[in-house]
């Protein structure tokens, strides 16, 4: 895997219809170095766009979704709690980050 690809797991967002969106070193570097965001990030994207599996025409709106990208692992934690509220289903993201151990509502920055 090289350096720029992050998944999941470890670090790449995966491949959809043989297309695959890459992350910068710094995206990579922010991605895995904060599981909360990385959390964040698939559930906004997921809701947003449906299951991982399914994303080949979400890839068209490739811009839009490097803005989440970059809000969510570089921005303040105020604007991620931003992005969770305008997600079409907060409560949902909220409780599923509860349920993997995370405040509901976190220190704001």
Do not use: C
């Not at 470890?10 to 710094?26: F, I, K, P, Q, Y």
């Amino acid at each position: 895997m090289s350096s720029n690809r992050a998944s999941w797991s470890a670090g790449s967002l995966g491949n959809w219809d043989g297309r695959e969106l890459t992350l910068n070193a710094r995206d990579v570097d922010a991605f895995r170095a904060s599981p909360y965001r990385r959390l964040v990030l698939r559930l906004i994207l997921e809701e947003r766009y449906g299951p991982v599996a399914a994303w080949g025409p979400a890839l068209k709106r490739e811009p839009e979704i490097k803005m989440l990208v970059t809000i969510v692992l570089h921005g303040s934690a105020t604007a991620v709690e931003r992005i969770i509220s305008l997600s079409g289903e907060p409560n949902r993201i909220r409780d599923l980050l509860e349920q993997a151990g995370y405040p509901r509502y976190p220190a704001r920055s």
